[in-house]
């Protein structure tokens, strides 16, 4: 459930006119709505209750500082993958004791900024990781807390850019190697292997791979117990989808609450959660305007001032997106629309084929789900600057993340002094 609706023909964000803040911030533009994110949290958090998780938010779906600050003040923890996410979760406020540090390539600088923060958990993904991860924590006289990311081997997620979990993929520590490493992590003097961690995909619809890969997680624990190793933590990352519009809803969070609380009731481990898209997914839009209707030989565009350098989404996994008009017109004939941006790419586009109410220049167009993958994928190609971030709280707003100037843009550029 989300806080974005009509009112009187006119699509609010709570108790915000769209239209009107358009009018105020200028297109395009991310709108996120507090309450939403709040919302998806507690639901997620009630879902787990009386089993004390640590829920720490992937903040790879969504980063800004505000929308972190809005989730730590729910009790997020954070789930990072770089030592810039670090930086901005401590940032948010998020305590140490509440952080995990995920992804395959973590540097020495990430994991010297780890291990001053006092994070709570590095998710390794390999032999090398591990190994300068014990060396860098003796150099430090200090010990790093870890889980090995392991790989179940199970297929899951919307599309395969956005699939982990399979042994192909080059995420975590294969199956077949994982109790040899952890034999080895338990002779390492720099790290205390307390986890298992796994991470088997996004936008997963259905419980199937989820109860797969956690069942072999479930058995796993069970024979590294018995190899005398003192497991008492199970990282499940996050995956659970969201409905974008176009297929059947995926699970509730109450049923993969009671799937995972089956499977690992009898272990005795306190239980992580890294879930991102569920959290801010459908917690944001993407406001656009249409900047010319172009009738082409084949189809009709709608040429729309958002891009694929504003949400790649589309582009990079052929995601669907609910497009909305902000002003209901009642009158209006049904279209087909190839939904566009002005990017010189033809894989710019929002929707392709896709039927609305007729719309014409100056109409505006809300992209919906477009809270989670969306800013943060941004870029400034064709010298675009980046859209601003509006968080939305009752009736009050506040950009969260300015438009930057061309000018801003430019002063991170020098040309050398031989030209
Ligand atoms: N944890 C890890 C390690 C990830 O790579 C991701 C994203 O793919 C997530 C958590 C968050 O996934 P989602 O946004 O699908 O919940």
Redesign the pocket.
């Known amino acids: 459930m989300h806080h974005f609706e009509y009112r009187n023909g006119r699509l609010y964000a709570e108790d915000v006119d769209v239209a009107a803040l358009a009018g105020e911030i200028g297109t395009p533009f991310y709108l996120y709505s507090e309450a939403t994110l709040r919302r998806h949290m507690q639901v997620f958090q009630k879902a787990f209750a009386g089993t004390d998780p640590l829920v720490a938010f ?1 903040v ?2 969504n980063s800004n500082i505000a929308v972190l600050k809005v989730l730590q003040s729910e009790g997020a923890g954070a ?1 990072v ?1 770089s030592g810039g996410e670090l930086m901005r979760a401590l940032k948010a406020g998020i305590a140490p004791e509440k952080i995990v540090f ?1 992804g395959v390539g973590k540097t020495r600088d990430e994991m010297k900024a780890a291990l001053d923060a006092g994070i709570y958990q590095f ?1 390794v993904e390999s032999a090398p990781e591990l190994e300068a991860l014990n060396a860098l924590a003796l150099e430090m006289n200090k010990t790093a807390p870890v889980a090995l990311r392991v790989n179940p081997d199970v297929a899951a997620g919307g599309h395969d850019k ?1 699939s ?1 979990g399979r042994k192909e993929d080059k995420f975590g520590v294969s199956w077949g190697e994982a109790r040899g490493l952890y034999a080895k992590a338990r002779e390492m003097k720099g790290v205390d292997v307390a986890g298992v961690d796994l ?1 088997i ?3 997963i619809a259905d419980l199937a791979p989820f109860e797969a890969a956690f069942s072999k997680a479930a058995q796993l624990i069970a024979d590294l117990r018995a190899d005398g190793c003192a497991i008492d933590r199970l990282d499940l ?4 989808g969201i409905p974008y519009g176009n297929a059947a809803p995926p699970p509730h969070p109450d049923d993969y609450a009671a799937l995972i609380k089956r499977l690992t009731a009898p272990l005795d481990v306190r239980l992580i959660f ?5 959290i801010c997914g459908n917690a944001g839009i993407l406001v656009t305007r249409v900047i010319y209707v172009k009738q082409g030989v084949a189809r009709k565009f709608l040429i729309v001032d958002a891009a694929m350098n504003d949400l790649i989404r589309p582009a990079l996994y052929d995601a669907h997106h609910d497009i909305i008009p902000v002003v209901q017109n009642d009158d209006a004939p049904r279209e087909t629309y190839d939904v566009v941006g002005p990017v010189c790419e033809s894989s710019d586009f929002f929707a392709k084929g896709r039927a609305l109410p007729e719309m014409k220049a100056g109409d505006l167009a809300a992209v919906m789900s477009a809270g ?1 993958y969306g800013a943060v994928q941004a870029s400034q190609y064709n010298t675009r600057p980046l859209i601003p971030e509006v968080l939305v709280h009752g009736d009050r707003h506040a950009i969260i993340r300015r438009r930057p100037s061309v000018e801003d843009i430019f002063s991170l550029e020098a040309a050398p002094d031989w030209l």
């Open positions: 992937s790879k779906a789930d993958v995920s998710n956005i982990t991470h995909g996004s936008q990352g996050g995956g659970l890294e879930p991102g898209r569920m989670a």
